[in-house]
């Protein structure tokens, strides 16, 4: 299983971090040692002072497939869930001041948390016309909407299939919109899609 992500899909996100939107979708790998289920508490790793939250409509792959083209990219999912990209900024900062890849900032243990996932025959509605939102200490911290992803999901998985073989259970992040911040100890994030709650997580 693999868990593939999206940088910089929301402009309003790219600006907010002073980062050029991006003219192809920025791709970059967590390990499956990085997933966070079953509203589990997120611990905070001692090596950041600055872990930020980042709330994204994930998207789980149920077909095999590779080259995809983006018109045929909706046979190759019918579940989607929100999720946290929780990312160690200050460790990410560094690492972009010298040209370095961000693993270091973005693929630590337990740093993508996953709600529960929905059929999209149950939502009713488009995969571009889905709201979600991500709640800390029960006021609205992000609230986002697919329309307005730079790359929708079905350039995304046309994408990804170009460069690797896509597997049953395969997970992808597909982007965060602005209003990221950092989290403490004792905060309570929730995750909500077209106002379902799909998951809550404590951090310690």
Not at 27 to 36: D, G, Q, V
Not at 101 to 124: H, I, N, Q, T, Y
Not at 134 to 157: C, R, S, W
Request: charged content about 25%; hydrophobic content about 40%; glycine content about 6%.
């Amino acid at each position: 299983m693999k868990i593939i992500c999206i940088g910089r899909n929301y402009a309003d996100h790219a600006l907010e971090l002073n980062n050029p939107a991006p003219s192809q979708p920025v791709i970059f790998l967590k390990p499956e040692t990085a997933l966070l289920e079953d509203d589990r508490p997120f611990p905070i790793p001692e090596w950041s002072d600055e872990i930020h939250y980042e709330i994204e409509l994930v998207v789980r792959i149920h077909r095999e497939g590779k080259d995809i083209p983006s018109h045929e990219a909706h046979l190759y999912y019918d579940e989607v869930s929100v999720g946290i990209d929780f990312t160690a900024r200050d460790v990410q900062s560094k690492l972009k001041a010298q040209n370095h890849p961000w693993e270091r900032a973005k693929a630590f243990d337990c740093s993508a948390a996953v709600g529960r996932f929905l059929k999209l025959e149950e939502l009713d509605r488009p995969i571009g016309d889905l709201h979600f939102q991500l709640v800390k200490n029960g006021g609205i911290a992000q609230d986002g909407h697919t329309e307005n992803m730079l790359f929708p999901v079905a350039d995304i998985i046309a994408e990804i299939s170009t460069f690797m073989t896509l597997k049953p259970g395969d997970l992808i992040f597909t982007g965060t919109p602005a209003g990221v911040g950092p989290v403490s100890s004792g905060d309570l994030l929730e995750g909500r899609l077209e106002d379902q709650l799909l998951f809550r997580v404590a951090i310690q």
